[in-house]
């Protein structure tokens, strides 16, 4: 087992380093790609140009900018905006990071829920009118755009009917923090959180239903009802447990890509100022510094998900026991 977590260990961090020499790459050695011109601004001079050079090391060979960049986001974590100068940039992503934690993490809860009752409800019922209905509604969730949702939601709830007693309740757009008001912080999040979870319900429930429905075939679920368990039983008891797995790969790398930045799209919409939003500034700005640490924090959680999937694994199906 511990031979196993570092081999893991090792892998993550192979991956990162990888990553993160990739993206370096591309935005300080790729051909016509100059910070200083940025930094110095339109129609600046070679003398500004090299003057800002000078100041940022940016005139140093590429693997001693690399090093003292790492250095600068790791160690000491003094990495400074090439936008807003002064500003350090680690204590922004610090600072987004329980924003996007928090809708992800709600909105997850939300979408395993229901994804487990309706793909389970639908091949209980497979070719029945319940699972056609349940089968269209969330070709229906997977269809919508999450903008669009989050727009409808907002011109409902912040517009023509806030005042009206079924959505008085419902707080302006922004992010109320946990520590300041819990209930402030449910009111604020929980439109945003259906708004994400809408799509990945729909999802994950037909996902769901088409490995429920394969392994009703497996040689253990016949067993089982040669036992005399009732179908109930054998569907709950037996098929759901193994059927999770594919669940499980789904949400590992849903929920890392979304912790990183990917719920982007939602925080616009909502006003939250998460790690994608950051993100989307950065990128508009190119900051340069800030587009390395939150892609850097993004495959943090992106490669955890996957390590902690691999581990989980075992828990949901025995075989996989057997074969490590």
């Known amino acids: 087992m511990a031979g196993t977590v570092l081999r893991r260990l090792a892998h993550m961090i192979a991956v990162l380093f990888g990553i993160s020499v990739l993206v370096f790459l591309i935005f300080f050695a790729t051909p016509g790609a100059n910070p200083a011109a940025r930094i110095a601004g339109k129609d600046a001079s070679p003398q500004t140009i090299a003057r800002v050079e000078k100041q940022f090391g940016l005139n140093r060979p590429l693997p001693v900018q690399y090093a003292l960049m790492m250095k600068k986001l790791f160690v000491t974590r003094n990495l400074t905006s090439f936008v807003n100068l002064g500003e350090k940039v680690v204590p922004q992503v610090f600072k987004a990071a329980p924003v996007t934690l928090s809708l992800v993490s709600g909105a997850a809860v939300i979408w395993i829920g229901f994804a487990i009752l309706i793909g389970a409800l639908a091949a209980a019922f497979r070719g029945g009118w319940i699972d056609r209905l349940l089968m269209v509604l969330s070709l229906i969730g997977i269809s919508m755009p999450v903008f669009w949702v989050g727009t409808m939601a907002n011109l409902i709830t912040q517009g023509a009917y806030h005042h009206t007693w079924l ?109 994608g939003y ?29 390590a902690a999937v691999d581990i989980v694994y075992a828990a949901f199906d025995p075989r996989m026991r057997v074969r490590r």
């Not at 040669?226 to 759901?240: C, D, I, N, T």
């Not at 510094?289 to 996957?306: D, G, L």
Request: include cysteine; proline fraction near 4%; charge should be positive.
């Open 278 to 306: 950051l993100t989307y500034q950065a990128l508009e700005t190119l900051d340069l510094p800030m587009i390395m640490a939150t892609v850097i924090y993004a495959s943090v959680f992106v490669v955890v998900s996957n």
């Open 167 to 275: 959505f008085s309740w419902v707080p302006p757009l922004g992010y109320i923090p946990f520590s300041r008001s819990p209930l402030g912080w449910f009111k604020a999040l929980v439109i945003p959180w259906i708004t994400l979870a809408i799509l990945y319900i729909g999802l994950y429930a037909r996902v769901l239903r088409a490995a429920l429905i394969e392994t009703m075939q497996e040689d253990f679920i016949r067993t089982a009802r040669a036992k005399g368990l009732s179908e109930r039983q054998v569907l709950l008891r037996h098929a759901l447990r193994c059927s999770l797995v594919s669940v499980v790969t789904l949400f590992g790398l849903d929920f890392g890509v979304l912790v990183g930045g990917g719920a982007l799209l939602t925080e616009v919409v909502f006003g939250l100022q998460g790690v």
